[in-house]
């Protein structure tokens, strides 16, 4: 675990690191199902590999109190369940055709397979959290409850009268931002840390998740499709909002020039939609991935994941909240 540096902090790195493998050896059983026609598609994503975060923080965060324990780890493999599951709704949602550099389930199966899997990962989180007492149930319900609405409100867009760059960062919060917090607050709740370190985690999960997001709408525009395990502009091309066209149209009002460029991706985008070839979309969106507003948002993903180590400075100094501030400092130094 690079997050701890030091010889003084080896040690638990090194339980950190353990902990980890144990949480995913978990998740292995918690997705064996009685019938077999289940248990492929259940356990596709996780096998596909991924990150972890989201485990990684609740284990980092135990270490401000006793570290990990039972309820801990319940809780690391409970938050990590409700995002997969969530992975196979938003992709049947937005088409996607890749996963984690595999073919979405639902290309794999089918629209109704693949729902269905991630709804049996929903009710695995639920159940281990149903043994974690009455606040975990509770802010399971709420961070679902946040889940659905985000994914809702992106679906539906902006309203008349909403600033579309606030609608598409509340979104952020609420579809990535909320899970990661409730992976932080876990931490502080089952490891026996004092319980004034629930709220200020709490926001630096959220901060960060907006964070990664913003990165994510980065590295979508990469041309380096061997990193992403996606062509350069995948979300752009599946006419899905991202931060940096969202500032384009923002001052294309004002220059022309911003507003011709606009014109050439939304063609592009409209032409790819109706099956046709475009031949200008690849070079308009390396052109996008040049221009100002892509560096804008970089810089705004940072100023996410600096508020979010702001955030820790109520805690006290610590090799852990160090550790915390490199989690965030990472979040925005990926490039893949």
Not at 18 to 38: C, D, N, W, Y
Not at 46 to 69: F, Y
Request: one cysteine or more.
């Amino acid at each position: 675990m690079r997050l701890f540096q030091g010889v003084a902090d080896k040690r638990r790195a090194d339980r950190v690191q353990r902990e980890l493998e144990t949480v995913e050896a978990g998740l292995l059983g918690h997705l064996g199902f009685a019938s077999p026609i289940a248990d492929a598609p259940a356990r596709y994503l996780l096998e596909a590999g991924g990150k972890r975060i989201r485990p990684v923080l609740t284990l980092v965060v135990s270490e401000l109190g006793d570290g990990p324990n039972d309820l801990v780890r319940a809780a690391a493999m409970s938050v990590e369940l409700t995002h997969l599951a969530s992975l196979y709704h938003d992709d049947v949602m937005d088409e996607a055709t890749v996963r984690r550099g595999v073919p979405a389930a639902h290309t794999v199966w089918n629209n109704q397979v693949a729902i269905l899997a991630g709804d049996l990962l929903f009710a695995r989180a639920s159940s281990l959290v149903s043994g974690m007492g009455e606040r975990a149930i509770l802010l399971q319900a709420k961070t679902f409850e946040r889940l659905c609405l985000g994914q809702l409100h992106e679906t539906v867009g902006p309203q008349p009268g909403d600033d579309p760059i606030k609608h598409y960062i509340q979104v952020l919060a609420d579809k990535t931002g909320a899970l990661i917090a409730t992976a932080a607050r876990m931490g502080v709740m089952f490891s026996n840390a004092p319980k004034e370190y629930e709220d200020p985690v709490t926001e630096y999960g959220e901060m960060i998740g907006v964070a990664f997001q913003l990165i994510d709408d980065v590295i979508d525009l990469s041309p380096k499709a061997e990193a992403t395990g996606k062509l350069a502009g995948t979300d752009l091309r599946a006419g899905v909002a991202t931060l940096p066209m969202l500032l384009l149209r923002r001052r294309a009002e004002q220059n022309p020039e911003d507003a011709a460029l606009l014109e050439r991706l939304d063609r592009g985008v409209a032409e790819t939609a109706d099956g046709a070839n475009s031949p200008d979309l690849d070079a308009a969106i390396a052109e996008l991935r040049a221009h100002d507003v892509t560096a804008e948002t970089e810089r705004e993903a940072r100023r996410w994941a600096q508020g979010a180590v702001e955030a820790l400075s109520v805690l006290p100094k610590s090799s852990v909240r160090s550790a915390l501030a490199r989690f965030a400092e990472s979040i925005v130094d990926r490039n893949g």
